[in-house]
């Protein structure tokens, strides 16, 4: 069986990935906060553990891995948003506003996770589904002697576990309290202790504890629901790498110590954050967009997932027009090159090799880039599928086939032979810029003319030509 090797975060080395039951080998990522539209930073973890979960398929079976992301549906920004659909006059309680906001954000973050070509985790519990749960793990969690009740509160000691807390993004606790940003209040035992359950209004959602009426503090949330639907041990934990603190750390707190006979997850993948033409992605710098945004503009699922395969997943990812560009133009001659063919039993060694090096998807699409240019087609079709590319559900928008571009390289030759003769090449001209303008790539050799479908390619614009 092929070994996957995988940077652990918590031990900062790369080690051979061993899971708990090979026949069920289980997967945590954190997932979004359903109170808008996902940005295109918040792609990336879905993107890169869609690849490991893909991986993981394909050397331990279909039916042998087991990968649950959360939706987050308890937030003050959801919250927000839906009083003020209730000023504006919106029926319904504002529970109810709430609920259908989160229905709503989930439905986009599906669709628009679907458009890149991420398969739908096994399970993707709402926080909101599991508050029983939570409740369970606070009670238990104070009963050890790691929580304690302060008005209307239930916080973490974090000193109950300070020996410990930490070692996952390398910090002490006593370095976490002299540089945090940490919530100033007169019922913390210590700075660093952080909420389990806090109060709410009897205006917004809330839900019957034996502190009160209230809600659930973030960190919890990932914790219960990963403990139900994966039990106290399971193989990997992902996520972004600005959840390493506090959230991760947090999680491995509450965890073991409500479970201490568990290992929580043994393997930590954090992902890098993304970038826009070399700049951090901000709305002040005019450069923050969603993924919904990009596929409105007309920039293909197929295309968003190419340009983040490019970089290594521990590597700030560049999210460049030009990348995009350059994208669209390979994944159309790929697509050419492919139509028709029936993928090969497997995909390329080299391929799952690359991916089996802690998901080195660069050096997979350098081995794909060779398949291509040696026109093994077969090959290329069913490597490129391991990484989610060339699916059969993504391809529309690079659909050619009914473009007969055939008779348009013919005219254009017959222009060129007659410019030939008179010296006239203006109507050469004219045909060049115009088929330069709807996306053609224009190839002219001795032996003939080629029009090849790039970037950007809108057959519409051949109509008047």
Not at 260 to 282: C, D, I, T
Request: aromatic content about 8%.
């Amino acid at each position: 069986m092929t070994t996957i090797k995988l940077h652990n975060t918590r031990t900062r080395t790369k080690e051979d990935f061993v899971p708990i039951d090979a026949e069920n080998v289980r997967m945590y990522v954190c997932g979004p906060t359903v109170y808008d539209r996902a940005h295109l930073g918040n792609a990336r973890p879905v993107v890169v553990f869609d690849v490991l979960y893909r991986l993981l398929r394909h050397v331990y079976g279909l039916d042998h891995v087991t990968y649950v992301r959360n939706f987050t549906d308890v937030d003050d920004k959801i919250n927000a948003t839906a009083l003020a659909r209730q000023k504006a006059g919106a029926e319904g309680t504002l529970e109810q506003l709430v609920q259908e906001r989160s229905d709503e954000t989930i439905g986009w973050y599906l669709h628009d996770m679907g458009a890149l070509g991420a398969l739908e985790p096994n399970e993707m519990p709402r926080a909101t589904q599991y508050i029983a749960q939570m409740i369970a793990m606070i009670e238990d969690l104070i009963a050890k002697g790691h929580a304690y009740e302060a008005e209307g509160h239930v916080l973490f000691a974090v000193d109950s576990w300070k020996k410990q807390y930490g070692s996952l993004s390398g910090r002490s606790v006593d370095d976490m309290i002299a540089g945090a940003r940490v919530e100033v209040a007169p019922y913390k035992k210590n700075p660093m202790d952080f909420v389990l359950w806090k109060p709410s209004t009897d205006e917004l959602p809330g839900w019957d504890s034996p502190w009160g009426r209230g809600r659930p503090g973030w960190h919890i949330e990932c914790s219960a629901m990963s403990y139900e639907l994966l039990g106290e041990s399971f193989d990997i934990h992902g996520g972004g790498n600005d959840l390493m603190f506090p959230h991760h750390e947090n999680e491995i707190a509450q965890s073991k110590c409500a479970h201490p006979h568990g290992e929580f997850a043994r393997y930590w993948l954090h992902n890098e954050m993304l970038q826009v033409e070399g700049k951090k992605m901000s709305k002040s710098l005019g450069n923050f967009f969603t993924v919904h945004d990009l596929l409105e503009q007309g920039v293909p699922g197929e295309v968003i997932r190419f340009v983040f395969l490019q970089t290594h997943y521990r590597k700030p990812m560049d999210w460049t027009e030009k990348k995009a560009r350059e994208a669209e133009t390979t994944l159309r001659k790929w697509r050419a090159l492919t139509a028709g063919v029936e993928p090969a039993a497997s995909a390329a060694p080299a391929v799952v090799a690359a991916l089996s090096d802690d998901l080195n998807t660069a050096g997979a699409l350098s081995e794909l880039h060779r398949l291509a240019a040696n026109g093994e087609a077969a090959e290329l079709l069913a490597s490129a599928q391991v990484l989610g590319l060339l699916t059969g559900d993504m391809g529309a928008w690079a659909d050619t086939a009914s473009v007969d571009l055939t008779s348009h390289a013919d005219r254009l030759a017959d222009a060129r032979a007659s410019a030939m003769q008179n010296k006239d090449f203006s109507e050469v001209d004219r045909l060049k810029a115009a088929y330069l303008a709807a996306g053609l790539e224009v190839r002219m050799s001795k032996e003939g003319v080629e029009l090849v479908p790039g970037a950007g390619f809108d057959a519409a614009k051949l109509e008047n030509v």
